[in-house]
């Protein structure tokens, strides 16, 4: 962390995605996983929907909530490094990180690495890869077993190589640009967020993410709404002051993914294979979900190729389309109507078949577990209904339900959210001197 320009990273808050007509605004936490209890065991769903008028469903059921609310660190400095009070990832400077990933690579795990530029790609009669040419005076040529393509939005391998279709979802998910702006912080003991900010706009939404020494925010939003001068204006207008003097960056997003993610001995990891955009963060997940299926399922020999392909890319293939129907969860069951781009997410033409079906079924009960099926569905059933309540999708539900089993172990459970919050927010130290602390000792090792 010291090293990389961290913060940690608890949960993300959705905060005006809000309905202009009557100015009602949904905001809810989104934590980073199941932190108190999982809903798999027993869901305090229902118990909630009885009584949703006292409180916010996330409050009612995670004290992280609570703890972001306060702007508390997810730790204390006596706990060791890596374990937690509560659940938290990292918020990274990419570019650091990467240049601290490459040197651990190289001088800890013994890793060749090799900076060059891809000239040509040499097939055998099977049309497996066996050698790459390139420009590098020192590597002009880099034989191999296994070639993992992550050369972005424009792969040299899965697609230039052996032309495997990109599957187009821009039907669905509508955003395929963001603007970013890096702004530095005006005073050293400025608050630091342990959680993505995360605002609706007319034609897309505002990413906030606190690093120690500034903010990244940008504008995701849709070209066919909005023109990429006026979504800067909308992103800038966010900022106010804070905006002046800095610069903006236009990422386009090619948002899909491939009919086949592992071909012959390539594997499309990253962009190359598929990307959704990243209001969930879901690339992260997706990306290291691969990697880590891979090293798994790595293959003895090619003779075992072709049996590992296949699975993982029925694996991937199911990993996409849920997260697509996740991510447009967020957009569908929305109050809002005041724009286009909002009335089109809510058509029924744009939400995927899959996800039309279980909304029919939840309007009469909350989702459960056997509703996800697959066990690496990338968004699990806590994260459903923290997307559900948090935009109050209306699921009628009475007290003689067949999910209204204890009423006296969800009272008694909600109690405890209530009773540890309260404790963790008094006790835990602010984000901002939890991270000065870090950069100046570091945890416990253990």
């Known amino acids: 962390m010291r090293e990389c320009d961290a913060t940690f990273k608890q949960g993300a808050l959705f905060v005006n995605w809000n309905v202009p007509k009557n100015g009602q605004t949904h905001r809810y936490y989104h934590p980073l996983n199941t932190v108190n209890h999982s809903s798999y065991d027993f869901s305090l769903a229902p118990y909630w929907l009885m009584n949703r008028t006292s409180q916010r469903y996330d409050y009612a059921v995670a004290s992280q909530s609570h703890v972001c609310d306060a702007n508390r660190g997810p730790k204390e400095m006596t706990t060791p490094e890596y374990m937690a009070v509560q659940e938290y990832s990292y918020h990274l400077n990419a570019g650091k990180f990467a240049a601290f990933l490459t040197k651990h690579c190289v001088e800890k795990l013994g890793v060749n690495h090799v900076l060059a530029n891809v000239q040509e790609v040499e097939l055998d009669a099977q049309e497996y890869i066996v050698k790459l040419h390139t420009d590098s005076d020192t590597a002009p040529t880099i034989d191999g077993d296994l070639f993992v393509d992550c050369s972005g939005s424009n792969p040299i391998l899965i697609e230039k190589t052996y032309r495997i279709p990109w599957h187009d979802i821009s039907d669905v998910i509508f955003n395929d640009?963001?603007?970013?702006?890096?702004?530095?912080?005006?005073?050293?003991?400025?608050?630091?967020?342990?959680?993505?900010?995360?605002?609706?706009?007319?034609?897309?939404?505002?990413?906030?993410?606190?690093?120690?020494?500034?903010?990244?925010?940008?504008?995701?939003?849709?070209?066919?709404?909005t023109t990429i001068e006026s979504a800067e204006q909308t992103l800038r207008d966010y900022l106010g002051d804070d905006a002046k003097g800095c610069e903006a960056r236009v990422i386009p997003l090619k948002l899909g993914y491939r009919e086949k993610f592992w071909h012959k001995?390539?594997?499309?990891?990253?962009?190359?294979?598929?990307?959704?955009?990243?209001?969930?963060?879901?690339?992260?997940?997706?990306?290291?979900?691969?990697?880590?299926?891979?090293?798994?399922?790595?293959?003895?020999?090619?003779?075992?190729?072709?049996?590992?392909?296949?699975?993982?890319?029925?694996?991937?293939?199911?990993?996409?389309?849920?997260?697509?129907?996740?991510?447009?969860?967020?957009?569908?069951?929305?109050?809002?109507?005041?724009?286009?781009?909002?009335?089109?997410?809510?058509?029924?033409?744009?939400?995927?078949v899959n996800l039309q079906e279980n909304l029919k079924v939840w309007k009469t009960r909350p989702p459960t577990r056997y509703d996800f099926e697959q066990a690496w569905e990338p968004f699990n059933l806590d994260s459903y209904l923290y997307v559900l309540y948090g935009l109050e999708f209306d699921t009628k539900i009475e007290a003689s339900h067949p999910l209204i089993v204890d009423e006296h172990l969800a009272a008694k459970k909600m109690t405890a959210v209530a009773e540890l919050s309260e404790k963790l927010v008094k006790h835990l130290p602010s984000h901002r001197d939890l991270l000065k602390k870090v950069q100046l000792h570091g945890f416990t090792r253990i």
């Open 265 to 352: 001995n390539c594997v499309a990891i990253g962009m190359s294979g598929g990307f959704v955009e990243p209001l969930e963060a879901s690339a992260i997940f997706l990306f290291d979900a691969a990697a880590n299926m891979l090293a798994d399922q790595m293959p003895a020999s090619r003779e075992y190729m072709l049996y590992v392909e296949n699975k993982f890319n029925r694996s991937f293939t199911m990993r996409m389309e849920r997260t697509i129907e996740f991510i447009k969860l967020h957009y569908c069951i929305s109050d809002r109507r005041d724009t286009a781009y909002w009335q089109d997410n809510c058509d029924l033409n744009s939400i995927p």
């Open 177 to 225: 640009t963001a603007i970013a702006i890096q702004v530095p912080y005006k005073s050293e003991n400025v608050t630091i967020p342990s959680h993505t900010i995360m605002t609706a706009q007319d034609a897309g939404w505002i990413w906030d993410i606190a690093l120690t020494n500034r903010r990244g925010v940008g504008h995701v939003f849709s070209s066919k709404y």
